[in-house]
């Protein structure tokens, strides 16, 4: 996969991609109507074990058995644009705007942040759940401590590698200690298909929130309205119990 241009991935195309990553698996295609409507895949039983980044990141403890014993449930597949497939060649994460100190990673020094893990429910307002998912990643709290938030930053930009997607966070729902830049599920790296290497996960709302091919945080002073905020749906998409 890392041997993959991306002139090669246009000409290979997707289904063969996805079969690549998937062996056996069966890809269903699916059109959404709301809230991540785009391609999706109907299900996917077992997660690939490579994300296709390397190194590869090594599980805590307490990701491998996941300890909330396997993720519940399928996602169904979401992307506003053709798959990005990242490799440790070519991404990188960055925070920056109103930081004291902006900073950038390649995969091998965002590796070595160090990362704490949840269990946690993962809504979709279209109504699918995924339940007890093991997430290990980096708290979006410490993140932005590390970087110094400076006074006037209202909220956080968070912007996809797609090139299309952003949502955004007030600074104080970017605090919720269970707010995560995720690298891991049940102790595997997140694979492409479901945002990895990286992608945000904001458990108390709903997943249009959590930006999937995360790869730029940035703090403004501002609002900022999400793709589909911009669509019709709630900033404050606060899941109801
Ligand atoms: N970059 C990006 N992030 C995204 C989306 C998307 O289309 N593109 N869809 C959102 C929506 S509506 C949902 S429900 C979840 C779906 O995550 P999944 O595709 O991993 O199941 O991702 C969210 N983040
Ligand atoms: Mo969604």
């Known amino acids: 996969m890392s041997l993959l241009t991306r002139r090669a991935f246009l000409r290979i195309g997707l289904g063969t991609l996805l079969a690549a990553i998937a062996g056996p698996l069966f890809y269903r295609w699916l059109r ?110 410490r993140m932005l401590e590390e970087a110094g938030v400076q006074p006037g930053a209202t909220a956080v930009k968070c912007y996809s590698g797609d090139g299309v997607y952003t949502d955004a966070l007030t600074l104080e729902q970017a605090g919720m200690p269970d707010v995560m830049v995720a690298v891991l599920l049940d102790g595997k790296p997140i694979p492409p298909e479901l945002g990895g290497p990286v992608r945000l996960i904001v458990p108390k709302m709903y997943a249009y929130k959590s930006v999937k091919w995360l790869n730029r945080i940035e703090l403004i002073d501002h609002d900022h309205t999400g793709y589909w905020e911009e669509r019709g749906y709630s900033a404050n998409a606060w899941v109801k119990t």
């Not at 390397?54 to 169904?76: I, Y």
């Not at 990005?84 to 390649?106: K, S």
């Open 32 to 141: 959404s109507s709301a809230g991540g409507s785009g391609v999706s895949v109907a299900s996917i039983p077992a997660l690939p074990t490579d994300g296709g980044m390397q190194p590869a990141p090594v599980p805590l403890p307490d990701s491998l058995p996941p300890r909330g014993g396997g993720a519940k449930g399928s996602f169904r597949i979401y992307t506003v644009t053709e798959m990005p497939i990242f490799t440790a060649d070519n991404w990188t994460f960055q925070v920056d705007g109103m930081v004291d100190r902006p900073n950038r990673w390649n995969w091998e020094s965002f590796l070595r942040m160090s990362r704490d893990n949840q269990v946690s429910d993962f809504h979709c307002v279209t109504g699918w759940s995924v339940y007890n998912c093991t997430w290990e990643g980096i708290p979006l709290a």
